[in-house]
């Protein structure tokens, strides 16, 4: 084996490396293929162009050889061949009756490097409304693979194959169709369709996920998001309780919630900022309330300097939980733990967050003062149960409401 490869590599070092070219493509789809196709593209330089793309021409018609060769062989090409050269190739091997569909998707991945070839586009038109292979490979490229005035067109291919029945394909194209969405306006309008549309019952969570990750990326995709989320709450009654569906507007509502706060972590001020936007849009329908808090819960800025900002929008939330006392509780946990598990710079400023919980315990209102006891469980640990932190732990417990002090007695500064 290793002699065999040796020898291989020896070829293209001959007086006529090209003579060598049949040779060493002869095992482009076999155990040595690595050893060979590197040999090959060193001889391939000796080769006049002509010769060299007779050669591989040759080698990826229908029942040639083995498909793994005939991919290998189109690959070669692409890399080797004159631009002109290599697409005049690659469109003929696509377009061959026959041609097994791997190969064709070799086409594809292959042809993204000759898109200065109008034949090229036209093989990639083709491969965006074809089979799940060919699909497939058009989704696979990158925007930074492409030069950016390839970008825009390219993106509407991508909205193309978005346009496919296959569920398990529209998966794929969602998620890809967000790295494209700054060079294809409107086209987040795709994924608002398939989420919002109840006639459709494939894929809708594919598409809450991927519209969830691109909202702050772009101001397209952040409108659209809210269109989502305003179509979804006024529809949400729709077949209430049903012995086939119930309220499927609900659902992909609370899907769309979930899939936001599951991002949460990776946005940036930008993007917490939606995520209040998002819950406003929520908190002026009754019973989705829920959906609405966990949005505004997740927007909220505790490493923030600014404690009258952050007051504020603890109260904003703090009023959504009238008579909602268990509601109340989760949403003071949730605040509590991001609070409890924020490091470094992310954790915010103690002196800020302590002017913050002071406001919120001496009012008297239950859910603010829930939120006033978690933050002080938060910070009180974070900061080995400084002296402040005491003290307000202490005033916490003669709050009126029972399940304030219930938290608050719950904590102990220090075990006995």
């Given at each position: 084996m290793v002699l065999a490869e040796a020898a291989l590599a020896a070829l293209a070092h001959t007086d006529r490396p090209a003579e060598t070219l049949p040779d060493l493509l002869a095992h482009a789809?076999?155990?040595?293929?690595?050893?060979?196709?590197?040999a090959a593209?060193?001889?391939a330089a000796y080769a006049r162009p002509s010769r060299l793309r007779a050669l591989l021409a040759a080698r990826t018609a229908p029942g040639t050889g083995k498909v793994t060769s005939r991919k290998e062989t189109v690959r070669l090409a692409a890399a080797l061949l004159p631009p002109s050269d290599a697409a005049a190739l690659l469109a003929d091997a696509y377009a061959q009756p026959g041609q097994h569909s791997d190969v064709r998707a070799a086409c594809v991945a292959s042809g993204t490097a000759l898109l200065g070839d109008e034949r090229m586009w036209e093989v990639l038109a083709d491969a965006a409304t074809g089979g799940r292979a060919l699909r497939t490979a058009v989704l696979r490229t990158q925007p930074a693979e492409l030069a950016p005035g390839h970008r825009p067109r390219y993106a509407e291919l991508v909205r193309t194959v978005c346009g496919s029945d296959d569920d398990e394909l529209l998966a794929l194209g969602y998620n890809a169709l967000v790295r494209w969405l700054p060079w294809a306006p409107g086209a987040a309008?795709?994924?608002?369709?398939?989420?919002?549309?109840?006639?459709?019952?494939?894929?809708?969570r594919s598409a809450a996920y991927a519209l969830a990750g691109a909202a702050p990326a772009t101001e397209q995709a952040a409108t659209a998001l809210k269109r989502a989320l305003t179509l979804l709450a006024t529809g949400e009654t729709a077949?209430?309780?049903?012995?086939?569906?119930?309220?499927?507007?609900?659902?992909?509502?609370?899907?769309?919630?979930?899939?936001?706060?599951?991002?949460?972590d990776a946005y940036d001020a930008r993007g917490r900022a939606l995520l209040g936007e998002a819950g406003r849009v929520l908190a002026g329908h009754r019973d989705l309330v829920p959906q609405a808090v966990s949005l505004l819960a997740e927007s909220l800025e505790l490493d923030g300097t600014d404690a009258d900002a952050l007051h504020a929008a603890l109260v904003e939330l703090a009023a959504l939980h009238t008579g909602r006392p268990a509601l109340a509780a989760r949403t003071a946990e949730t605040v509590g733990e991001r609070a409890g598990s924020a490091r470094g710079a992310d954790a915010g400023d103690p002196e800020t967050l302590l002017v913050v919980v002071a406001r919120l315990a001496g009012t008297g209102d239950p859910a603010e003062g829930l939120f006033a006891a978690e933050l002080t469980v938060a910070c009180g640990r974070?900061?080995?149960?400084?002296?402040p932190w005491r003290t307000q732990l202490r005033m916490l417990r003669q709050h009126p409401c029972g399940d304030v002090r219930d938290v608050a007695y719950a904590q102990v500064t220090a075990v006995e």
């Open positions: 789809g076999d155990d040595r293929a690595r050893v060979a196709l590197y593209g060193r001889a309008t795709v994924l608002v369709e398939a989420l919002t549309d109840l006639d459709r019952r494939g894929a809708w077949d209430d309780a049903g012995a086939e569906r119930d309220r499927p507007a609900r659902q992909r509502l609370g899907r769309l919630t979930e899939a936001l706060t599951d991002w949460a974070r900061t080995a149960w400084a002296g």
